[in-house]
């Protein structure tokens, strides 16, 4: 990443991630489609109301595995072999600590957290079932995430994406047998998802035990190292934060949006699918800037940063305003591949005309996070996120929503935050350039 090509870098970089996500959204939403079609919309509805939950609480530790990956990708561009080491197994020792906790809260936790968010008894049960499956098997999501992290710091984007290929096929082979052929539920959907989350995780833990670079794993040093610890926390706890208090504010939608009933849960459930894909270029743009932007700062290279900050920017505002454009056009078929309820069609379709053609500020804001997580300024994404897509939205849905119960609510809450987080965004760049940061 510190040399050759800025945008041919940039671009090899994000291609693998991109692919690779999208292997991951279609086996997700394969979940949805055969859950949707085979089982019916309450299943569907069930399905779609544990997707908040599952972001909130694994989205924290996520933070933290960004947290590592900066570190990493430093000690890599200041070809420090020592420090890349205590790095690596450190982060991998936070993947262990947060699977036990998590998976034990999870399992605990899941009829209080789902009827806490409001979700209507007729799919109460269903919804249980599909999150305790879920979170049974979730360290190896957990640990998987931790593996690619650090392949990905090291520039290794390619293997990831071979891997996600394979659990990607997995599961859908899995889906169909044990959902159309064994005549399981809602849980044989979960079950596909986890054997293929520790398929992905087992092979990434293989290369990366046979690799000959710095970020080689030796099961025997996985330890915590107190300073390269604190030097994670100190770039992963305000990104984990943030994540996970947008993610508690989304819960609260979640739960407006349930007092509409099972069609709106399914409907915007079916939308949200569709949005994961439209999301995708930001996921690659976002992953390439943070590896790029940390490998050239710890290189000292700030005129290769900016190039590169540039052409980053304007590949993702571009990208994903286009497949907006897409999916403002083809909402109601695709919405209606999930489930023909004329109803759960209607409620996605709204949420996708209104929110769609707005997707470059949600790209923006995006990309201009992992770009500050990259020049050491995680504070001032977390703040602004804090701010901007979390209290404005609570505020919004405490006060306005309790006099006006309308659906419509729910859907241009996300546009008006998108538009208030990118203005402040564009502040802060101006800001720290007269600082000299980059």
């Not at 071979?162 to 659990?167: E, P």
């Not at 096929?169 to 159309?180: G, M, P, Q």
């Not at 080689?216 to 984990?240: C, E, Y």
Request: proline share 3%.
């Amino acid at each position: 990443m510190t040399e050759g090509s800025i945008g041919k870098r940039i671009i090899l970089f994000a291609i693998p991630i991109f692919i690779g996500q999208l292997f991951q959204q279609l086996y997700n939403t394969v979940d949805s489609l055969i859950v949707g079609n085979l089982i019916g919309s309450s299943a569907l509805a069930a399905v779609s109301a544990t997707g908040t939950l599952v972001f909130l609480v694994i989205g924290f530790f996520f933070g933290f595995s960004m947290g590592a990956g900066v570190v990493i990708a430093r000690e890599i561009g200041a070809q420090d072999a020592e420090a890349t080491s205590r790095a690596v197994h450190t982060a991998v020792a936070m993947g262990l600590f947060f699977s036990a906790v998590i998976t034990a809260l999870g399992v605990s936790f899941s009829p209080l957290m789902l009827s806490l968010m409001g979700t209507p008894e007729a799919v109460m049960p269903e919804a249980v079932l599909y999150l305790r499956v879920y979170f049974m098997g979730c360290s190896g999501l957990i640990l998987y995430n931790t593996f690619v992290g650090i392949l990905q710091a090291s520039g290794d984007s390619r293997h990831p994406l071979f891997y996600l290929i394979i659990s990607s096929l997995l599961n859908v082979v899995l889906d169909i047998l044990f959902i159309a052929v064994f005549k399981m539920g809602v849980d044989g959907a979960a079950l596909a998802t986890v054997i293929s989350q520790f398929v992905s995780m087992l092979l990434s833990l293989r290369r990366l035990m046979r690799s000959d670079g710095l970020i080689r794993i030796s099961l025997r040093k996985i330890r915590v190292h107190g300073k390269t610890l604190r030097q994670i926390v100190r770039f992963g706890l305000p990104t984990a934060v943030q994540g996970s208090i947008i993610d508690l504010a989304n819960i609260l939608i979640q739960s407006y949006v349930n007092s509409f009933g099972k069609e709106a849960m399914a409907g915007v459930g079916a939308y949200s699918k569709l949005e994961g894909f439209a999301f995708l270029p930001v996921i690659a743009f976002s992953m390439a800037m943070s590896t790029f932007i940390s490998q050239n700062l710890g290189a000292g290279r700030k005129d290769r940063m900016k190039k590169g900050m540039r052409f980053g920017l304007t590949g993702t505002v571009i990208s994903i305003e286009l497949i907006g454009l897409l999916v403002f056009l083809s909402a109601p078929v695709l919405v209606k591949a999930f489930n023909s309820d004329p109803e759960v069609v209607r409620y996605g379709v709204t949420r996708a005309h209104i929110c769609a053609l707005f997707y470059c500020l949600l790209g923006f804001s995006n990309v201009t996070s992992a770009i500050m997580r990259g020049l050491g300024k995680p504070m001032a994404p977390m703040m602004t996120m804090l701010i901007c897509w979390c209290a404005v939205r609570v505020v919004v849905f405490l006060t306005i929503g309790k006099i006006y119960h309308e659906f419509l609510l729910t859907c241009w809450i996300y546009p008006c935050t998108w538009a208030l987080s990118s203005a402040v965004y564009a502040v802060l760049f101006k800001v720290y350039k007269k600082q000299g940061v980059y």
